[in-house]
């Protein structure tokens, strides 16, 4: 797995390099967005660990006002829509930056804060590679999040995000892995090659995932289905069934 590390602090990326290094992670170092980016435009990469308060370019100060690796994260999974981010910060009050992307439906996504347990980090790089959505608890109450996602909903998204709602518990320990990374936009030949599957598996569990959760073409209005994607419908779902069950 390789793993981007953006931070601008050496001595903290240096750590936390060893750190990912010791849990079994390849890891990139870089200390600015602008290097960030162009690192990500030509490297395969599986997990961004990134500072919130950076440089945009090499050798500039930092602005500690400024959101600039909200916005480099954004940039990224823009770029690399399945990649999983962790936005890791010392500030508790960046956390309103990082609600609009999960309003933007990205998932793939944790906020943690500086100064938490080694092991809820390494467990944050791991649910978002799985594609999951992780808040720290000191952050924010991811319920009240998640009803407030609900709330957003339209009229024609509303029945068919709570009918998947529903039905997630249908799904396979294996299906339910896969589900997770098809909602956040990870590839059948990614997933293939993460879980040591063929792409052709992987293809006929999405085939018995979205009939599970109701989710076929035949399940469809054609009016609906010209309105709504499976693809976002599936998103906004597990986004929402993160937050309910997130533990920070």
């Not at 006002?65 to 890791?88: C, H, M, Q, T, Y």
């Not at 608890?137 to 709602?165: G, M």
């Not at 990614?190 to 989710?215: C, F, M, W």
């Not at 976002?232 to 920070?248: A, E, P, R, T």
């Amino acid at each position: 797995m390789l793993a981007l590390l953006v931070e601008d602090d050496s001595f903290n990326r240096q750590g936390l390099s060893l750190f990912l290094q010791q849990s079994g992670f390849e890891v990139r170092e870089v200390s600015d967005a602008s290097t960030a980016r162009s690192f990500a435009a030509e490297c395969p990469l599986d997990v961004a660990i990134v500072d919130i308060v950076l440089p945009l370019e090499p050798g500039q100060a930092v602005s500690q006002s400024a959101n600039v690796g909200v916005e480099l994260a954004e940039d990224l999974k823009k770029l690399r829509p399945g990649l999983g981010v962790v936005i890791f910060s010392a500030h508790a009050d960046r956390g309103t930056a990082v609600f609009r992307m999960l309003n933007g439906g990205m998932r793939g996504i944790a906020y943690k804060l500086k100064g938490c347990d080694p092991g809820e980090f390494l467990d944050a790089v791991h649910a978002v590679l799985a594609g999951r959505v992780v808040i720290d608890r000191e952050v924010t109450d991811a319920s009240s999040l998640a009803h407030e996602l609900q709330r957003q909903l339209s009229e024609a998204e509303r029945p068919w995000v709570e009918n998947v709602l529903g039905s997630i518990e249908r799904l396979s320990r294996r299906e339910f892995e896969i589900a997770s990374k098809l909602a956040s936009s990870q590839t059948v030949r990614y997933i293939a090659e993460s879980l040591v599957l063929t792409p052709k598996t992987v293809e006929n569990h999405r085939d018995r995932i979205y009939s599970k959760l109701g989710l076929t073409h035949s399940e469809w209005d054609g009016a609906v289905f010209r309105q709504l994607k499976q693809d976002v419908i599936l998103v906004k779902s597990f986004m929402i069934y993160d937050l309910l069950s997130n533990h920070g």
